[in-house]
């Protein structure tokens, strides 16, 4: 059974820094891109990042320079570093991965909130 599962979300003040995890398992075919995404309530699930196997990288515009996605391919885990948090980063985060099709988690709630 594939799963992804995601951690590190929470609470944390505006200039606050987050770090999330997704470590997926029961995938038999080899991940390439793995990534992020995010939805903020009444809103449209947006890109924030992605990270391909062979680690180039790319970033939302309104993440660029803050957060930074890394990859443990041995353990199939993605990470997404996330610096300067502020409001309009509130969000459910979802991790996804591509191995023949694509793989979704089932999400984390970053808030950021004084």
């Known amino acids: 059974q594939v799963q992804l599962v995601e951690s590190g979300g929470g609470l944390v003040r505006p200039g606050g820094s987050l770090r999330l995890s997704c470590a997926a398992s029961g995938i038999t075919r080899t991940i390439s891109t793995m990534g992020w995404y995010r939805q903020a309530p009444g809103k449209e699930r947006d890109w924030v990042a992605f990270?391909?196997?062979?680690?180039?990288?790319d970033y939302a515009d309104s993440v660029k320079g803050r957060f930074t996605i890394s990859r443990d391919n041995a353990k199939n885990t993605v990470y997404l570093q996330m610096n300067s948090l502020n409001p309009d980063d509130t969000a459910v985060y979802y991790c996804?991965?591509?191995?023949?099709?694509?793989?979704w988690g089932q999400g984390t709630q970053v808030t950021v909130s004084s």
């Open positions: 996804y991965c591509y191995a023949a099709r694509t793989y």
């Open positions: 990270i391909t196997s062979g680690r180039s990288t």
